[in-house]
T-cell receptor, first 114, second 111 residues
């Protein structure tokens, strides 16, 4: 079984809809991250959480919100989706007490906003 | 603001060649540097992680070096194979923050 899972894997939605992307991990890591990947722009950080009560904005947080429901779960929400939020979204985890905080990534969610 | 650059953006080589991928970063105050592999439409697989105090790390045919003072890292792939075809991403991290990624080098190895 995968250590970091993301649901859904693919999603097509319409402008203005609210959508939630979910991430779960069984690695026991305390830190979790959300990134988006766009062609030509690379991966950019949206939000990160160093523990359940610690949420931090990343480089491109506008239009997004997150919830850390438990140590193992970190959700990303788009309150009112817009077409330029079409991208590949990745969740990642790391262990602050582990091997130099190496990050491990989920398989990604491909989101299309029409 | 930390910026990470990877050159070249794309590289095509015949099978069996040794090759070097380059990564440079503007702020030398990094905690570690991580190299990833990404297959088309897939997630990222961590290849090597180098701590700021280390000079290099090796895993099989891969060797990554780090020169923090000059803001450079290289990923050396020995005896390339078609299965090595993928996009290779370099990312750096400062203490207490998340990764900053380069845009990647897309490698194509022909048989």
């Amino acid at each position: 079984d995968a250590d970091v899972t993301q649901t859904p894997r693919n999603r097509i939605t319409k402008t203005g809809k609210r959508i939630m992307l979910e991430c779960s991990q069984t690695k026991g890591h305390d830190r979790m991250y959300w990134y988006r990947q766009d062609p030509g722009l690379g991966l950019r950080l949206i939000y990160y959480s160093f523990d359940v009560k610690d949420i931090n904005k990343g480089e491109i947080s506008d239009g997004y919100s997150v919830s850390r429901q438990a140590q193992a779960k970190f959700s990303l929400s788009l309150e009112s989706a817009i077409p330029n939020q079409t991208a590949l979204y990745f969740c990642a985890t790391s262990d602050s007490g582990g091997s130099y905080n190496e990050q491990f990534f989920g398989p990604g969610t491909r989101l299309t906003v029409l | 603001k930390q910026e990470v650059t990877q050159i070249p953006a794309a590289l095509s080589v015949p099978e069996g060649e040794n090759l070097v991928l380059n990564c440079s970063f503007t702020d030398s105050a990094i905690y570690n540097l991580q190299w990833f592999r990404q297959d088309p439409g897939k997630g990222l697989t961590s290849l090597l992680l180098i701590q700021s105090s280390q000079r290099e790390q090796t895993s099989g045919r891969l060797n990554a070096s780090l020169d923090k003072s000059s803001g450079r890292s290289t990923l050396y792939i020995a005896a390339s194979q078609p299965g090595d075809s993928a996009t290779y991403l370099c990312a750096v991290r400062r203490t207490g923050t998340a990764l900053i990624f380069g845009k990647g080098t897309t490698l194509s190895v022909s048989s």
